[in-house]
């Protein structure tokens, strides 16, 4: 996810191939297969098919397409700082591959037995915060939504205004497109009061209910928001629902933010702001970095977060965090952490999805447990 939308969505936009399959981490797969049914996951394609293959980091697809078309039907591997960007292979190469491991050391091994393209530069995303760093959301096909009542205020010109079918609107909501446009997919309710800043893009069934959202917010779908928000991406059936600062960030799936929750995001020397990458302090280049926020992750009422902090899956957080969190691990307001307990945390995601009408899986329930086998050594280290 970037700020254009899912970074799958854009492969498959652009590629117009038949069929789509992906390689992911094999714990992955089974919950990713629930997900886009349409897919295949970690399974090899038919081996008399031509294959186009994307890294899922790429920043520009653009530049894949343009290479897809000049080759002509060739095979080809595209390399981006000694990383593979793309390749094109006839499917019998792939005919035993079913792991990610196992694509990679084909994809290496196949750099001097097919045409081989460099390109220079920074195509391919090194680290999370720069999926911040894409611009303005997919503009949609224009729809004519619903009529706007006369009190709703557009700054700027509204055709930069793209708003669905089925979408609540109350009197006294301000649009401010003079930056960018503003995409309000359906099922979305704004309610009176709420300042919405493009570029930004609310995915289905969001809602908000007051204080400004944007610029530069991609959100959805089914969260709830409220506050000031900026600069951030915050995935699916995730809260931020009452007062409180976040921005320049990295929001996961599930998250509650609790009232009055403040993350910072500039240092108060004005300085770089660096993150921790396995106990190494990786400079961002950044002055303005907010936090990274994992899967189920809760903070409570009046939580302070400090820049550049990573928040693991399944923690809850109280007081002030100036140092990491690891997955499933605790903090009270004195600055102790403690284990959380797996089953615990299972029934209270559960209980959260519930309240979206959304039932835990089987493979839901066996990726929370492999996720939390993983990070043993985190937690560990902690002790």
Known sequence: MNMEGRLLDQIVGVAAYEGATAYVRNYLADVEKSRHPEMEFNTPPPSDDEVLMINALVRDISVIDRLVKKTQGREFI??????????RLRGMRLENIHRVEELSM????LTTKVSAYVIDGEHLYNYPWELLDSGEPRRPRRESGPPLDPRVAVLGDDSQLYISENVEIEPFTVFDVRRGPIVVEE????SSGSVIVGPCHLSAGTEVFGGRVGPYVYAGPVCRLAGEIEHTIILGYSNKRHLGYIGHSLIGEWVNIGAGTVGSNLKNTYGEIRVEIESTRV???RQFLGQFIGDHARTSVGTVLMCGRKLGCFTMIMGIV???????????PEGKHYALDLDSEIAT???MMIRRNIQ????YRRLIKTVYELTAPERAALT
């Open 283 to 285: 400079s961002s280049g």
């Open 322 to 332: 100036s140092r990491d969190i690891p997955p499933f691990v605790g903090l009270t």
């Open 349 to 351: 995601a559960e209980r």
């Open 360 to 363: 835990m899986t089987d493979a």
């Open 78 to 87: 595209l390399l981006n700082n000694e990383r593979v960007m793309a390749a």
């Open 106 to 109: 084909l994809l290496k091994e």
């Open 187 to 190: 099922r979305c309710r704004i």
